[in-house]
Antibody
């Protein structure tokens, strides 16, 4: 059973870079049938798709974040990572990593989520 | 971006009731729609994809319908564990977008 686990700082200062890593266990991140995504959920509960990556490194990002976001993959560690630059309080949210079926792009496995607060 | 609008935003129902939640897309999305269930403090859980295909392990009392722009999630006989918030998501085109959620509460 594939499991995903987010890790990273829970508090980031405004204007700094938010960095999170998702570790995949129970399966290979290099599986051809899946993408790997980041989704965030604001305190008011709305969900926002941030972007996804294929094991080859091919990425797709939400245009609303495109100038600030990057997602990378480390197949040797079975991990993928999120970086979001120049954060503000509006980036405070629970960040989830998830597996995406490459045929039907629904998120079929999710990490437990990690709360990131942007505050000085 | 494709806007996803769910109705109602909240719903009160009793165990055993049949309930339906609607989701409307602002433009054509074929059947590229997923439904998720989320309980407090937990990650969303995939219930259905391709508008009507049940994810493995999800009880058959959950069903989905629709195509194009109008979709529905139906729970045929509510169980106590079904009280949660439900979200639809389109994955027809990026950026993938979610509905605002429907909170299903016990009457």
């Amino acid at each position: 059973q594939v499991q995903l686990q987010e890790s990273g700082p829970g508090l980031v200062k405004p204007s700094q870079t938010l960095s999170l890593t998702c570790t995949v266990s129970g399966g290979s991140i290099s599986s051809t049938g899946y993408y790997w995504s980041w989704v965030r959920q604001y305190p008011g509960k709305g969900l926002e798709w941030i972007g996804h990556i294929y094991y080859s490194g091919s990425t797709s990002y939400n245009p609303s974040l495109k100038s600030r976001v990057s997602i990378s993959v480390d197949t040797s560690q079975n991990q993928f990572s999120l970086k979001l630059t120049s954060v503000t309080a509006a980036d405070t949210a629970v960040y989830y990593c998830a597996r995406v079926d490459a045929t039907e792009a629904a998120n079929d496995r999710w990490g437990q989520g990690t709360l990131v607060t942007v505050s000085s | 971006d494709i806007q996803m609008t769910q109705s109602p935003s909240s719903l009160s129902a009793s165990v055993g009731d049949r309930v339906t939640i609607s989701c409307r897309a602002s433009q054509f999305i074929s059947t590229s729609l997923a439904w998720y269930q989320q309980k407090p403090g937990k990650a969303p859980k995939l219930l259905l994809f391709a508008a009507s295909r049940l994810e493995i392990g999800v009880p058959s009392r959950f069903s989905g319908s629709g195509s194009g722009t109008d979709f529905a999630l139906t729970i045929s006989s509510l169980q106590p564990e079904d009280f949660a918030t439900y979200y639809c998501q389109q994955y027809y085109s990026t950026p993938y977008t979610f509905g605002q959620g429907t909170k299903l509460e016990i009457k």
